[in-house]
Every structure is written in structure tokens, then in C-alpha cells.
């Protein structure tokens, strides 16, 4: 049974810090591509980071570019998104997700960002 649980979300004041933790289990974790998508209120889910199977394959959306970094752990299958100098634009839903294949398509239940002063 494929399960993504993300910590670490919180309220945190604008400039500041977090970071986000996706625990995942019933898959290869190492084989897959992992994603961090944002939802703000009334909007779609929006690719935010991404990373592997590989070393190297990383990327990221110009919103977060240059203040996000997203990395991960094959040991603990966890993949973590550190977000510096946060806005209140951060203030989102984020979700772990991995596909696994064209119709298995995994989402965490999300962890909420509040930032505010």
C-alpha cells in the first residue's frame, strides 16, 4: 500500500524558514520521481520541485527557484523541501506526489504553510 505522509508545515513570519518532510512506503523509492506541488485556496495544484530517479534530476518552478531546495533520503524513503525567505504567497497547501505509472498517481494529504506576521 503506497502511502506519502508530509510533515512540517506551520506558520512561520515572512522572510523565514521550513521544512517540509514526505515519508513514503509501499513503493521503490528510489526509482520513482518525487514532487512537491503548492495549492493555494481556489487554485489548481502547481508543480513546485521536483527530484530523481537519478542524481542530478532536479528541478524546481521559477516561483521557488533560487529559495527552495529539495532533496531526499533513499535510506529513510523521505524527501524533504526546505523553503527559505518565505512569502505570504507561500501561504499554501503543499503535497508529496508520486506516479508510479498512468494510472497510479499517489498524493499525500497535504501540510498547510501559513505565512504570516
Known amino acids: 500500500q503506497v502511502q506519502l505522509v508530509e510533515s512540517g508545515g506551520g506558520l512561520v513570519q515572512p522572510g523565514g524558514s521550513l521544512r517540509l518532510s514526505c515519508a513514503a512506503s509501499?513503493?521503490?523509492?528510489?526509482?520513482?520521481?518525487m514532487r512537491w506541488y503548492r495549492q493555494a485556496p481556489g487554485k489548481e495544484r502547481e508543480l513546485g520541485a521536483r527530484i530523481g530517479p537519478t542524481d542530478g534530476y532536479i528541478s524546481y518552478a521559477d516561483s521557488v527557484k533560487g529559495r527552495f531546495t529539495i532533496s531526499e533520503d533513499n535510506a529513510k524513503t523521505t524527501v524533504y523541501l526546505q523553503m527559505n525567505r518565505l512569502t505570504t504567497e507561500n501561504t499554501v497547501v503543499y503535497y508529496c506526489?508520486?506516479?508510479?505509472?498512468?494510472?497510479?498517481?499517489?498524493w499525500g494529504q497535504g501540510t498547510q504553510v501559513t505565512v504570516a506576521s
Open positions: 506526489d508520486v506516479v508510479l505509472s498512468s494510472v497510479n498517481d499517489y
Open positions: 509501499g513503493f521503490t523509492f528510489s526509482s520513482y520521481v
